[in-house]
């Protein structure tokens, strides 16, 4: 079982739509969880740490189910520029700290 | 600019050469973080240091690959013997230790192709 697995998408959406990428990860004991973006041969950037209490940053919420596993990235109101590769990523250890995990990416396709 | 630079960003080698990555972390993150990436994967993990101290190592990293940070500042990753394997984007990020969340911030990455 893979230890971050999402959705590859692509998922191609008109401008203006509402747009959801879910991700499970097998590590229960991971204590850090968050969405990144990469845009084609560039540096995954962060987009949001995903809080216990899920959190929301302008037209981004972040949710996380620990007893599922699961985390979800939900973007209102696309914009073209929000076309990208997102990234779930967790830490390997037990506390907050260590490497990353990330899954493979979600490509997202926003048409005008 | 204050951001995780990385130098070269574009290296062409031929099989069996050796070659050599630098990393500058953030000013102020006292740790640095090594990854790789191909072709449609996340990034892959290689190593980590916190100030000059290397605290883990992948097993991904081979003897062939060796990662230093002798002052606690900036990092190098060498590859000896490079394979056509090795093509990949190789990345560093930094962060704060202490901090609750972790937060890595990467560099522009050093994208390496072995003919």
């Known amino acids: 079982r893979k230890e971050v697995e999402q959705d590859p998408g692509p998922f191609n959406v008109p401008e203006g739509a509402t747009v959801a990428f879910n991700c499970t990860y097998s590590?229960?004991?991971?204590?850090?969880f968050f969405w990144y973006r990469q845009d084609c041969r560039k540096e995954p950037k962060l987009l949001m740490s995903v809080y216990s209490s899920g959190n929301e940053d302008g037209r981004f919420t972040a949710q996380l189910n620990r007893a599922s596993q699961y985390i979800s990235l939900l973007i209102r109101d696309s914009k073209l520029s929000d076309s990208a590769t997102y990234l779930c990523?967790?830490?390997?250890?037990?506390?907050?700290?260590?490497?990353?995990?990330f899954g493979k990416g979600t490509k997202l396709s926003v048409k005008p | 600019d204050t951001g995780v630079s990385q130098n070269p960003r574009h290296k062409i080698t031929k099989r069996g050469q050796n070659v050599t990555f630098r990393c500058d972390p953030i000013s102020e993150h006292n740790r640095l973080y090594w990854y790789r990436q191909t072709l449609g994967q996340g990034p892959e993990f290689l190593t980590y240091f916190q100030n000059e101290a290397q605290l883990e190592k992948s097993r991904l990293l081979s003897d062939r690959f060796s990662a230093e940070r002798p002052k606690g500042s900036f990092s190098t990753l060498e590859i000896q013997r490079t394979e056509q394997g090795d093509s990949a984007m190789y990345l560093c990020?930094?962060?704060?230790?202490?901090?609750?969340?972790?937060?890595?911030?990467f560099g522009p990455g050093t994208r390496l192709t072995v003919l």
């Open positions: 990523v967790v830490n390997d250890y037990g506390g907050s700290q260590g490497n990353l995990i």
């Open positions: 590590n229960s004991a991971s204590q850090s």
């Open positions: 990020a930094s962060s704060l230790a202490g901090q609750v969340y972790n937060e890595q911030f």
